[in-house]
């Protein structure tokens, strides 16, 4: 079953290193230089830019590869980069400044501020947008949503749609809410967003900082994602376009320096007193009891150490480690195989702080790099030696996204023998079942799915892939 997405992998030859000592001041740039040149040769990076603070000090900061492919400007320190959803976390500290000051509370119900709201969306709270609990309909889900529609456009359109899940139950990522904050944050102030957001937070940052949603705008200077075609073998360049709306949401643009400068404001307390930002990363308190969020901000656990940031395009991330007095941020501009963001920051962290290395990720790292090597003969039995040393340590999840990445890359059978391993390795995992029968159908092999099928959906009876994929196995077999 494809969970692949919400996985973010290394795709590197790197060794992987288990020391709790901490390298050198004097080696340390060179070895995260080291490790990013590696990282970028193996997924052909075009373009990269990586930042890290520690203890209120730039200790590294370097620049890698092409702003566009179609040009020659090498990725600099004036190189604007579109952030995506990373957007968001200058857009939650703006909303907890208001809270700081009063002007807002967690609590308020968004009614307060907003008029002609759908009957069903008036109890829902700022804490509920912030948490992406809110339940109200994704706004991306409706392509018949105009990006140069007005608010209440959109508003009249998104009232037909019934709401998602109730209120304050779960987890659902959804741009509607920073959509709403957005206006949320206009009615309070009396100004457009982007003057609020670079008043309060970029003062001394012209033309280091801009808003705009639209790949396609022409600007100086800024650096807009690639995605790698994998028939054509090669990278294209996006050309999406959100509309100005979603400035809150996925419109930021900005240099390194200009968001180390403002990741050193955070950390020093220029934005928000040490209470407040407590209070922004404390978990909510989902109904469900399973999903873990702050608000705003994901938490992430490295060596069982907390870190709080977001990712944005597949292409950005933030990640702030307040023990540990560390920041690191990564801005690229595309990926060969899948998004490397997240790993990269985990990597980079190990690196710099010892009490940060984390074992399994790196193991993790490993598996990846072996099984995806054209000559991998050496793969599994890399694999095997992890598993005994960590029998504890489970990679099902890692291999399914290793196959379907495999699948992407036209290596079917490569992805079937790393199916065939994971069911192996988890067979009371209806997902690993689900995801050797879609290989086996992608070969044509139809009786042989349709058996994979089958105990995936004993394993899961509410899997229901399954139940359809096992009528398109039907209809294959009776024609």
């Known amino acids: 079953m494809k969970n692949f997405l919400f996985a973010f992998f290394v795709l590197s030859s790197i060794v992987v290193f288990s020391q709790k000592k901490e390298i050198p001041k004097t080696e340390l740039k060179q070895t995260i230089d080291n490790y990013l040149q590696q990282t970028i040769k193996a997924n052909e990076i075009p373009g990269l830019a990586v930042g890290v603070v520690k203890d209120g000090k730039i200790i590294f900061e370097a620049y890698y590869g092409k702003e566009n492919l179609e040009g020659n400007n090498p990725v600099n320190q004036n190189s604007l980069f579109r952030i995506y959803s990373t957007s968001k976390l200058i857009s939650t500290v703006g909303v907890f400044q208001l809270i700081e000051k009063s002007q807002l509370s967690l609590e308020d119900k968004i009614s307060k501020y907003l008029e002609n709201l759908p009957k069903e969306w008036r109890d829902v709270k700022i804490k509920n947008l912030l948490s992406h609990s809110s339940g109200i309909p994704n706004i991306i889900r409706y392509n018949d949503i105009s990006v140069n529609a007005s608010d209440n456009e959109k508003m009249e359109r998104l009232s037909k749609e019934k709401m998602e899940f109730e209120t304050g139950n779960q987890f659902s990522y959804n741009q509607t809410n920073y959509w709403l904050l957005t206006m949320v944050i206009e009615k309070i102030t009396g100004q457009k967003f982007e003057d609020y957001i670079l008043k309060n937070q970029f003062k001394n940052s ?134 490397v963001q997240d790993q ?136």
């Open 206 to 339: 012209k033309d280091k900082i801009l808003f705009s949603s639209n790949s396609s705008e022409n600007i100086p200077n800024r650096v807009v994602k690639n995605f790698y075609n994998t028939k054509a073998k090669r990278y294209e360049k996006t050309s999406e376009n959100d509309g100005l709306r979603a400035h809150s949401g996925n419109g930021v643009n900005i240099t390194l320096p200009t968001f180390l400068d403002w990741s050193n404001n955070l950390s020093n307390n220029v934005f928000l007193d040490s209470k407040t930002k407590k209070s922004m990363w404390k978990p909510f308190d989902f109904n469900n009891k399973k999903d873990r969020f702050a608000y705003g901000w994901d938490i992430t656990k490295v060596n069982n150490h907390y870190s709080y940031g977001f990712s944005g395009g597949n292409v950005s991330a933030y990640r702030n480690f307040p023990d540990n007095n560390l920041s690191i941020i990564v801005l690229s501009n595309g990926y060969r195989y899948a998004p």
């Open 344 to 479: 990269i920051i985990n990597h980079i962290a190990g690196l710099v702080d010892g009490n940060l290395v984390d074992e399994y990720l790196l193991s993790e790292e490993s598996i990846i790099s072996e099984f995806l090597k054209i000559d991998n003969q050496n793969a599994e039995q890399n694999y095997q030696t992890l598993k005994k040393e960590h029998p504890e340590w489970n990679f099902e999840k890692t291999l399914n996204s290793i196959g379907y990445i495999l699948i992407g890359n036209d290596r079917l059978n490569d992805a079937i023998k790393v199916f065939e391993l994971n069911v192996k390795e988890n067979l009371n995992s209806g997902d690993a079942f689900d995801s050797l029968g879609e290989g086996y159908f992608i070969a044509g092999k139809y009786e042989i799915s349709k058996k994979h099928y089958l105990k995936s959906l004993e394993l899961n009876p509410k899997n229901e892939n399954a139940r359809k994929m096992l009528l398109n196995i039907e209809k294959q077999t009776t024609k």
